[in-house]
């Protein structure tokens, strides 16, 4: 088990990361979810062992990081977040060479790096020099790199930042299966759908606060449990707005030009109650969307900003 | 160990396979050796290199006193000057302005034409004792010809030059020392040179690879920072020594420089890499930036070269200038492995290989205070 307690960073005046603590259980795929400076990478970094915290402590199994430094990092596994391969040596030699670093020799060494180059996918490419591979190919064996000693929980800073869909859905797959055979991992993004999509357990960060913390349907649940519905519509909603209020008492209804939204609990007897009373203006609908409680709402519930301004995800 | 050596192999292969820095390691010395040559060779072809200052009073005034300063003056090794008194003399010495001074007794000349042995006082301060040695030979070697010579004109054998009112020549130095040509001065010089730049280059290299994510995963391992430092220092050392070798191979056959004695090139060569990879990890460790770096070995280096006489002769400038240049590992290889290309006794060997040492030692040291910090 991996306690991270109370963890503080300051630089200078700015508070990085303040009071942040977390309890990760073998199996978990645990969520450190936050924008852009939220500190999550400031929170990684005193996890690994990179940097020492002002306050908190980190313990692995009961034993402190600070007072068992090698215990503990011998049972990590970083990824980080850019490229840390050489890149003029193979696949095969990049594994060899961190396996050693990490104290990993012989026979085992030879297990290990089968099963990463497994792992990554890359086994036909062993022999290759990490140089000629496609950005996908080095971040799986950059992934791959942070498996070398078999770390009892692998932790990984944002991978998926600034590479195509194609390669990050193989990560995310990655990580999932790893996770699904036992492997526990601690996973940062800005992306919640990246979170939602693997994760059990989370934080959320904002400020270096901790302002969410728990498993995932609780942490939804702080949005209030509402769901979000917009339509698109042939003509304009305005002389039906009255009628759209009384069908949807509970829910305040905004309206633009051809469209209406609204939040509520049970989206499927709201929708149709709004078609219904659309229809009476002859009004249709186009698309309706409904994006059910996330979170995205739960971080917007908590602190009234979206948690990336637009983008893709 | 074995993750010192891990880290030193993944360096160097990675190093090894990029033939790019390999060229810049290895042949772009090799041509900038040949380029500098044309353009600096008016000032180290041909022209003699004033290599000992030597002052000379002659109390004696007679013919083989005359003669003698004439010889040594004739010799391109010396740069000689006269003192009107023995003090005057004594003080230039003490002063640092010549390096050795030559005391020519009244009645010399007396002496040894009468088949004596003349009593020529050489004198030096013990850290010159290497060219006082020097002086000394020219002088034995000037007088046993003297007296040759007027033996033979007692016995009434015509002395063909000294006939002819020539001075007397010696060509050949004393045995055991060879004058300094313009070429070897010219092959150490770019040696010591191209070797600092490149430690401070590799220092480069170091600061890049600590802000990389590289760096990050080494600082997660159970890795102690000596262990990464002492990983850096022998990548640099091989690194140095292969350039080294490169350098002195075409240096001593194409150039046609003069070498010292093998173990004292070495002792030396290795002490100067030592300063030099030490130099580079204390860069590589207290500079952040890249920029920074490279503006040290752009400007840095340049000035270290000019000051440490891989510019111009170091002998034709002023003594305060000489003298610092003897701090600096680059100024203090370069006579070092002149002096021992001239065949210089082992203990000014020694001395220059503590200095450099010493030097690797500190670097280490302040190298060593500071971790290496996860930006
Ligand atoms: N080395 C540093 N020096 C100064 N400020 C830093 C440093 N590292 C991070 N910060 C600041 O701390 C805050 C948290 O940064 P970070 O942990 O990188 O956030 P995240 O990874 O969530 O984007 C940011 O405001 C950032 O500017
Ligand atoms: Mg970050």
Known sequence: ?313 | MRVVWAMVWAQLLDLLRDRKALLLILAMPLVLTAILGFALNGLFAGKPLPVVRVVVHDADGGAYAQQLTAFLKGQSLFRVSEAASAESARQALASGQADVALEIPHGASGVIDHGGSAQVNVEAPVQQAFRQGLVQQYVDGFGSRWSAVSTAIRDGLPPASAAAGEPLQIREAASGTRPLNAKTYYAYAMMAMFLLLHAVQRAGVLVRIRQSDQFKRIAAGPVSTSAVAVGDLISTLFVLAAQCLVLFAAYRWILGADTGPPLQMGVLTGSYLFALAGLSLVIGRWVRSEAVVDGLAGIGVNVMAVLGGSMYPVYGFPDWVQRLAQFLPNGRILKAWLDSAMGVSWHEVWVAAVYLLAVALVCLLAAAVRRPAVA
Not at chain 1, 121 to 145: C, P, W
Not at chain 1, 163 to 178: C, G, K, M, P
Not at chain 1, 205 to 230: E, K, N, P, Q
């Open chain 1, 1 to 313: 088990m991996l306690e991270v307690r109370d963890l503080r960073k300051t630089y200078g005046s700015h508070v990085a990361v303040d009071g942040v603590s977390f309890t990760v259980s073998p199996g978990d795929a645990f969520g450190l979810l936050g924008p852009n400076g939220a500190g999550k990478s400031t929170t990684i970094a005193m996890v690994s062992g990179l940097i020492q915290p002002d306050s908190g402590e980190v313990l692995l199994q009961g034993h402190s990081l600070r007072a068992h430094p090698r215990f503990v990092k011998q049972r990590l596994g970083l990824v980080p977040q850019h490229i840390a391969l050489h890149e003029r040596l193979t696949a095969e030699e990049n594994l060899r060479y961190w396996g050693q670093v990490y104290g990993v020799h012989g026979a085992r060494l030879r297990d290990n790096v089968e099963w990463c180059l497994r792992v990554a996918g890359l086994t036909d490419h062993r022999k290759q020099r990490v140089e000629r591979f496609s950005g996908g190919m080095k971040r799986r064996l950059n992934i791959a790199v942070g498996l070398i000693h078999r770390p009892e929980v692998l932790i990984m800073d944002e991978p998926t930042v600034g590479i195509d869909a194609q390669s990050r859905n193989h990560i995310l797959d990655t990580v999932r299966e790893l996770n699904r055979d036992g492997m526990t991992v601690i996973y940062t993004s800005h992306y919640m759908q990246e979170v939602e999509y693997l994760c059990n357990r989370l934080a959320i960060l904002d400020h270096g606060r901790m302002i969410a913390y728990g498993a995932l349907d609780d942490v939804r649940l702080l949005a209030g449990g509402l769901s979000t519905v917009r339509m698109d519509l042939d003509g304009d909603p305005a002389p039906a707005l009255d009628a759209l209020q009384q069908a949807l008492p509970a829910e305040r209804v905004e309206a633009g030009e051809g469209r209406i939204s609204f939040h509520v609990r049970d989206p499927g007897p709201a929708v149709g109650k709004a078609v219904l009373a659309l229809s009476q203006y002859g009004i249709a609908p186009l698309r309706i969307d409904i994006e059910r409680p996330n979170l995205e709402a739960a971080f917007l519930q908590l602190t009234g900003r979206r948690l990336r301004d637009g983008g893709d995800a």
